[in-house]
């Protein structure tokens, strides 16, 4: 994946070291040399992820994380303190300041790409919820605060994973400061647990030893009900390479032992706020959802998002220099369909083209009818290339297998597919969805059943 990572730093050669080793993972660099120079830049410039050191001239990191985590426009981009200073206390001050998370010097490189990668996903998956949700904003879905509400409670349910009768005694006393805690010694059952109550965050011991920590992590990020459940890894020193196996999974944070307390609330606080984050935007998703911007018949989003959603990728594509394609694809002779089997069955064979076309889109892609048989799929960070390839295999989708209209009777679809992309500055969100209706209308010319891309 790449991602725009921000290092800040008063030190030339220490900027130029973490530019080398991120760039060496294809990564885009940004640079500042102050905590001023820092906010700058994040006042014109997308970032993903902002490496932090602490101790600078002025403002130091920990005022400057302050900022940037109080700005409504910089409150969700992970900020990473990158520091020499290695003391407890030192740590609870960068996580109360906002910090997602701390790396000293000198820096790892495997654990640096680790956790710049996990972070930046998280902001990735983040980014396109905020997206939407402004999509329904703008279409007038009110703000009433619940927004501030949802983030402003700091006690949470916790969930703690230890079979070390002491350490689980005295690690559940810290939890239960502030949040509702509970203790489970076998993984088996704290799974169980997961899957039958809400919570929201789980902390694991890497020391069990009647069962696997990281098995346990990897089973909670594959079931969809705790698959964007916080993770907090326990680990013990010089264990590093189980460490570096929990973060490449998708845990979000980690403690080494021995736990100091004020850090481990710290990190818990930290987590249970993002994840309160992530919710309230996935609620107003389903809050969009449920104020007639989907289309009825197939579930699919319908013109009215599509078009205001649209608006917002093709502006923040062309300042950001990102690539952004629209897929169109129309069903082939489908009157023929209605006129045959009766409006009951073209119905059905619009559902079923929807689950299709669903089957083919990437979380980040938006899937949306735009009426009668013709459907759109956009697709950020996708070049023409790309979306050719996801239209030939909607294409081939649609027509390797009959849809079925009857317990014993199926009918066979085919589907003509046009691709537009961004191309130019002054593009707008009506020039790329006429280039990939004359591409469609290409294919069609063409025999139908197949993908054109950009056609004049």
Same mark, same amino acid.
Not at 24 to 31: C, G, I, K, S
Not at 82 to 110: H, R
Not at 255 to 260: F, N, Q, T
Not at 386 to 393: D, H, I, N, P, S
């Given at each position: ?28 660099? $940004? ?30 990191? !920990? ?72 999509? &329904? ?44 805690? %509970? ?10 647990? $997961? ?84 919710? %309230? ?81 990437? &979380? ?10 013709? !459907? ?14 996801? &239209? ?10 009959? !849809? ?53």
């Amino acid at each position: 994946m790449t991602a725009r990572v921000l290092v800040v730093d008063d030190i030339l050669a220490n900027v130029k070291l973490l530019e080398a080793r991120l760039q060496a993972e294809y990564f885009e660099v $940004l640079t500042a040399n102050s905590g001023q120079q820092a906010l700058d830049v994040l006042a014109r410039e997308r970032v993903d992820v902002i490496l932090l050191d602490v101790m600078m001239p002025g403002m130091d990191g !920990f005022e400057t994380c302050r900022h940037i985590k109080s700005d409504n426009a910089t409150h969700h981009i992970p900020v990473v303190m990158v520091t020499a200073l290695d003391q407890p206390s030192d740590k609870v001050l960068g996580l109360e300041s906002g910090a997602d998370d701390f790396l000293t010097k000198p820096v790892d490189d495997i654990a640096l790409v680790t956790r710049v990668k996990n972070l930046a996903r998280l902001k990735m998956l983040n980014d396109e919820m905020m997206m939407r949700a402004s999509t &329904g904003k703008q279409m007038g879905i009110p703000d009433d605060g619940s927004f501030a509400r949802a983030l402003s409670a700091r006690s949470g349910r916790v969930l703690l994973v230890d079979d070390h009768p002491r350490s689980a005694a005295r690690l559940l006393e810290v939890l239960s400061k502030g949040n509702d805690a %509970f203790a489970e010694r076998d993984a088996h059952a704290a799974l169980l647990k $997961l899957a039958e109550s809400n919570f929201d965050l789980l902390v694991v011991s890497l020391s069990l030893q009647g069962a696997d920590g990281l098995r346990l992590c990897s089973q909670v990020r594959s079931l969809e009900r705790t698959r964007h459940l916080p993770v907090i890894i326990l680990v013990e020193p010089g264990d590093e390479a189980r460490l570096l196996r929990g973060l490449d999974m998708g845990v979000n944070d980690y403690l080494m032992r021995p736990i100091d307390r004020h850090e481990l609330l710290a990190r818990v606080r930290t987590q249970i706020k993002r994840k309160r984050h992530s919710d %309230f935007l996935r609620h107003r998703l389903a809050e969009s959802v449920e104020l007639s911007i989907t289309d009825a018949l197939t579930g699919l989003h319908n013109r009215r998002y599509m078009e205001g959603h649209l608006r917002t990728l093709v502006s923040e594509a062309i300042r950001t220099g990102r690539k952004l394609s629209m897929l169109v694809a129309d069903i082939d002779h489908f009157k023929n369909v209605n006129d045959t089997y009766g409006h009951d069955v073209g119905d059905a064979v619009l559902k079923e083209f929807a689950v299709r076309l669903k089957r083919n889109t990437r &979380g980040i892609d938006l899937a949306c009818r735009l009426g009668g048989e013709e !459907f759109v799929i956009i697709m950020p960070d996708t070049d023409v290339a790309r979306a050719y390839q996801v &239209g030939e295999r909607l294409r081939a989708c649609v027509a390797s297998d009959n !849809f079925p209209i009857s317990a014993d009777q199926s009918v066979r679809v085919t589907a003509s597919v046009g691709i537009g992309t961004l191309e130019r500055p002054d593009d707008t969100p009506e020039t790329i969805f006429k280039r990939a209706d004359n591409a469609l209308y290409t294919a069609k010319r063409r025999g139908r059943n197949r993908v054109v891309a950009d056609a004049a």
